[in-house]
């Protein structure tokens, strides 16, 4: 029997929209066009795992992963625009399943990280040192730190990329006394707060861990996170912070 196509709501449409931020994740072309001042819909819902696969398709895709059972769960379902969404269904090929299903999942592992944002608080005085990172701080480059790149190095395992430990390692050289002073100014003021904070990326360690993740993972979501608490100028001083929590033992 062949399964029905279902129409799904205004808020389900929305949400599936939202998640590839408006554009056809393939072409990246908008999935609206504007008439006369107006915005209309200019796209298709996509199943993933075909809705109702020939024989062929079946064949094709029996050794393939799924993201559901159900060909109609949100989870099989992405935006396309009309060309891109003709050209993915026929022909239908493995390769094309796999980046699209790869795709998809990205966009559900970003979802779910954007509800762990919500859960894991930081203390909101920690743009204070932002703050100061961006105030042209007195950083002594030539200022000894107990760390060597073989101390990094042993943190960081083979899923984490060269230029992201690079970029470690020359933020925990450069910055590490500065924000470890900033954090003890902190501690002046609030009593203590640095050892809250410290907790806090901690459990947001634990929780990202506890997800499977690769280290390369772990440290984006940790500067995203940084970003969505502090609203900084730009990703940098967030890095900065995060690199500071690696050489802390708070991460990895």
């Given at each position: 029997m062949n399964n029905k196509r279902i129409n799904y709501s205004a808020a389900q449409q929305t949400a599936l929209v939202t998640q590839v931020s408006r554009v056809c994740p393939l072409c990246v072309e908008s999935?609206?066009?504007?008439?006369?001042?107006?915005s209309y819909k200019d796209y298709e819902l996509a199943h993933i795992y075909p809705l109702n696969p020939t024989l062929e398709e079946i064949k094709l895709l029996k050794d393939?992963?799924?993201?559901?059972?159900?060909?109609?769960?949100?989870?099989?379902?992405?935006?396309?625009?009309?060309?891109?969404?003709?050209?993915?269904?026929?022909?239908?090929?493995?390769?094309?399943?796999?980046?699209?299903?790869?795709?998809?999942?990205?966009?559900?592992?970003?979802?779910?990280?954007?509800?762990?944002?919500?859960?894991?608080?930081?203390?909101?005085?920690?743009?204070?040192?932002?703050?100061?990172?961006?105030?042209?701080?007195?950083?002594d480059l030539?200022?000894?730190?107990?760390?060597?790149?073989?101390?990094?190095?042993?943190?960081?395992?083979?899923?984490?990329t060269n230029l992201t430990k690079r970029k470690i390692k020359n933020n925990v050289r450069d910055y590490y006394f500065f924000v470890k002073q900033s954090l003890s100014a902190l501690d002046q003021k609030y009593d203590d707060l640095s050892e809250a904070i410290s907790c806090q990326v901690k459990a947001y360690y634990i929780k990202q861990k506890s997800l499977g993740i690769t280290q390369q993972d772990i440290y984006e979501n940790i500067v995203a996170w940084l970003n969505v608490k502090t609203k900084p100028k730009s990703t940098e001083a967030t890095e900065i912070l995060a690199s500071f929590y690696v050489q802390n033992c708070e991460v990895f």
């Open positions: 999935l609206y066009y504007k008439k006369k001042g107006r393939e992963e799924r993201l559901s059972d159900d060909v109609n769960d949100e989870k099989n379902i992405i935006p396309l625009c009309k060309t891109c969404h003709g050209r993915f269904d026929t022909p239908r090929t493995s390769e094309e399943y796999r980046h699209l299903l790869a795709i998809k999942k990205r966009l559900i592992a970003q979802t779910n990280q954007e509800q762990i944002w919500k859960e894991y608080k930081i203390e909101e005085q920690i743009s204070e040192v932002i703050t100061a990172l961006y105030g042209n701080p007195d950083v030539n200022a000894e730190i107990d760390f060597t790149p073989k101390t990094i190095d042993e943190k960081l395992d083979s899923t984490i």
